[in-house]
């Protein structure tokens, strides 16, 4: 079987000579604003040497007027000595924006910009100015920088402010090892309180600050400690320490008798990460401090004070966790455990609901004219519950995740080199979508440091906040270098670091007046790995080994560790992590662990089975050219005369049968055809008949494959046949001999039942831009 993820190695030839042809937006405005200027700029390299700490810049503000708006902040070096390089920061309000910039690389985000000097102009001399290579940038909006920075000074020379003393700091509770603090927050001055700093405690303590609260632990017993409270910014500004506060420790001679166990320890609600428990109240004669929630043996959270209730969050779907809780008095003395409780996390839909995974093409905005916008206005956001972006290449010299190049795939579909260093950040971050192209229907200027498919991804969240994205990784064209970059812990670590820090950090290279750091942030939930394939055989060239296999499982599980640990150290959501998986069971054998420990399931969330590319042709007719056969057939046709007979149902056989739940899996479906032609009817409409190579494509060198809104309307008068036994249509032309397989609102009906009955995660589409609105509509329908 070749598994072909859809119909992308072709498209990808032909709609990647366009990526190459394509223009880059804001040359014109570069030339008119500095091309005199830039003769010359080889000749200032050599300005100035290092600088050291008597170098003293400051930054002033000027508006130009252009026939549009720019900005330009003239830095002066008003020290004795030559600084080597700087770094302006400033903010800009809502509704304002800074776009392409001159002398100055860019990056921060919408509303606070960043920009470093370039190689020519890092260095100003003692009493010198930058100009005449002075920071320039496109301003739209009316509004204007403030809190201007460089490097990290006021642009005025000015010292910072520190934020405000707290005040009102007193003890509210001790144990015998331990004081907590509470006081009134401090006032920001130049930059906003970041956190405060508690003083006081002997060596070897610890703070833990909460808001306006803390808790110093590490103490002795029965000592009195003095304390005080400092508040500290953004920007490492330390305010004066407030009037000291004295507490006295616990004496453990006081009370010896812990208190009483708690009591109905339950389960009160489920979801995919998180179990919330109740308890009731232990009791102490001199109060109870806290409790303390154990699973299995390992403190996981302790809750301060009377409270019987809390959440244990950071879990995984589809586990059983079993919790215990103690309690804990004033003098440290811990109670016996509660009764245990067991619950198991839900999966990342929710119970009775159904996953609709969509992929988008990153180059469906070429020729299929399809974009993110199509997603909102034809109904399909609506219905979907995520969309997988495909796709992001793997650098073939780093190893690391690939963006900021827009170069297209070699012409030949089968050649080995086809998709090396290939990716098109213009569609992606860089090309401007007209108003008729956005989502919200306003237009890109062409300045802004996010645009294209990427930006429209951003404005449908905002419409639609429960959709989920994910970046998938990878693809029949772009797997080739997955084998390397799996190869060791160092490799693993480097590239999920890379992808982490592209997709879910949001830093985007610069290309094309576009990107930055943290540009994208927001914008993509989690990962989604289509390698295609470890272990096996796919796109000619590529690399992979017996290895590839258990790498596999090392690789997901450094996903999943780095986005669980991006997770904890900023907002505590969690991110996705999926993958498309295969049908054919030798693919499974050579790549996939699906059981034992530890297999792919540890990490992912669920896997989207492939369900569909089960026969076919392609523009080289290396694949099944002389004979048609179902492409996405839910059972095994009686009458397929192949000598391995391939189904959804049997595909996923092949993961139920060994353990993997049924909600960590969903069939993929789709949304286009395989065509054959010369074929005669054969007293079966064309079914598994002869036939001489592939079909005409929606596209000349797409061979073989048209979305299924194309065909369509390239067939209107084609007679449709519903296998009811297979589950699988098929059509059938006279003129050409044509015979296509396909799935249609029938098929796509029957199976959203199988899906429902087999207690499935629900299904994946590949892909969206093949739809009429029928399609998504009638799966859509069958899992209500």
């Not at 449908?460 to 998938?472: E, I, N, R």
């Amino acid at each position: 079987m070749t598994a072909h993820h859809g119909p992308d190695d072709g498209v990808r030839a032909q709609e990647g000579t366009r990526v190459r042809a394509r223009r880059r937006h804001g040359a014109r405005a570069l030339a008119v604003v500095t091309a005199a200027a830039l003769a010359t700029v080889a000749s200032i390299t050599g300005l100035a040497g290092p600088a050291h700490a008597a170098a003293r810049l400051t930054a002033s503000y000027q508006a130009l007027n252009y026939g549009y708006t720019m900005g330009k902040y003239t830095i002066t070096n008003a020290g004795d000595s030559a600084t080597d390089t700087w770094r302006l920061e400033f903010d800009v309000p809502s509704g304002t924006s800074v776009g392409q910039v001159w002398y100055g690389v860019k990056s921060g985000t919408a509303t606070h910009v960043v920009i470093d000097a370039e190689y020519y102009n890092k260095a100003i001399a003692a009493g010198k100015t930058s100009e005449p290579y002075s920071p320039m940038f496109i301003v739209t909006g009316s509004g204007s920088p403030t809190n201007c920075r460089i490097n990290g000074v006021k642009c005025d020379g000015s010292a910072d402010t520190p934020p405000g003393t707290p005040s009102g700091v007193k003890v509210t509770g001790t144990t015998t090892k331990s004081a907590t603090l509470s006081w009134t927050a401090s006032t920001a001055t130049d930059w906003p309180v970041a956190g405060y700093v508690v003083s006081g405690g002997p060596a070897g303590s610890t703070v833990a600050v909460d808001g306006t609260t803390a808790v110093v632990s590490g103490l002795a017993p029965n000592t009195s400690y003095a304390f005080t409270v400092a508040a500290k910014d953004t920007h490492a500004n330390v305010s004066a320490a407030s009037a000291a506060v004295t507490a006295k420790t616990a004496n453990p001679a006081d009370d010896t008798t812990p208190p009483t166990a708690p009591g109905t320890l339950r389960s009160t609600s489920v979801d995919a990460v998180s179990v919330g428990l109740a308890w009731t109240a232990s009791t102490d004669a001199h109060g109870i401090a806290g409790y303390d929630v154990y699973r299995g043996s390992t403190l996981v959270k302790s809750v301060p004070g009377t409270a019987t209730a809390t959440t244990v969050t950071g879990l995984t779907p589809l586990t059983s966790y079993t919790f215990t809780v103690k309690a804990r008095d004033g003098y440290d003395n811990v109670s016996a455990a509660s009764n245990a409780v067991t619950a198991k996390t839900t999966d990342v839909v929710g119970p009775g609901a159904y996953a609709r995974v969509g992929y988008f093409v990153q180059w469906g905005i070429y020729g299929r004219q399809y974009f993110v916008k199509n997603l909102d206005t034809s109904g399909a956001a609506k219905k979907l519950t995520h969309i997988n972006y495909a796709f992001t290449n793997i650098d073939p010299k780093n190893l690391t995740c690939m963006e900021g190049v827009t170069q297209g795939t070699k012409a030949d579909p089968e050649d080995p080199s086809q998709g090396d260093g290939a990716g098109d950040a213009d569609a992606d971050y860089g090309r401007p979508m007209s108003a008729a192209q956005s989502v919200d229907g306003v237009a890109d200027t062409g300045w802004e440091p996010l645009r294209g498919n990427f930006n429209q991804l951003k404005k449908l969240k905002a419409k639609y906040p429960d959709l989920k994205v994910l970046m998938s990784i990878g693809g029949w064209t772009y797997s080739k270098y997955f084998h390397d970059a799996a190869l060791t812990d160092a490799s693993r670590q480097k590239f999920v670091a890379s992808c982490l820090d592209l997709y879910i950090k949001g830093n985007l290279p610069l290309a094309g007046g576009a990107g930055g750091t943290g540009v994208a942030a927001g914008i993509f939930d989690g990962i989604d790995v289509d390698w295609e394939w470890p272990g096996a055989e796919g796109h000619p060239g590529n690399h992979y080994a017996p290895e590839d296999k258990h790498n596999l499982t090392l690789l997901l599980a450094e996903f999943r560790k780095q986005l669980d640990a991006y997770s904890a150290a900023t907002s505590g959501k969690r991110y996705l992590l999926t993958a498309f998986t295969p049908a054919d069971p030798a693919k499974i054998a050579d790549g996939w662990e699906i059981s034992g420990s530890p297999n792919v399931f540890d990490s992912l969330d669920f896997a989207n089975v492939q369900g569909y590319d089960f026969h076919g042709s392609g523009s080289d007719n290396s694949w099944e050219p002389n004979r048609t056969g179902d492409q996405a057939n839910w059972y095994v046709d009686a009458q397929d005369p192949y000598p391995t007979h391939f189904s959804a149902q049997g595909a996923l056989d092949e993961y139920l049968d060994v353990g993997v739940s049924p909600r960590r899996l969903t069939i993929g479906v789709p949304f286009y055809g395989r065509g054959w032609q010369g074929v005669t009817d054969g007293g079966a409409s064309g079914e598994w008949q002869a036939a001489n190579g592939a079909a005409p494509g929606q596209f000349a060198d797409e061979a073989g494959t048209r979305g299924y809104s194309n065909l369509k309307a390239a067939f209107p008068s084609m007679t449709v046949v519903h296998d009811a036994q297979s589950l699988s249509t098929f059509g059938y032309t006279g003129a050409g001999g044509q015979w296509w397989t396909f799935d249609d609102a029938w098929s796509l009906g029957q199976k959203m039942k199988l899906v429902k009955q087999d207690g499935l995660l629900g299904t994946m589409i590949w892909e969206m831009s093949g739809d009429d609105g029928s399609l998504l509509t009638a799966i859509d329908t069958g899992l209500k």
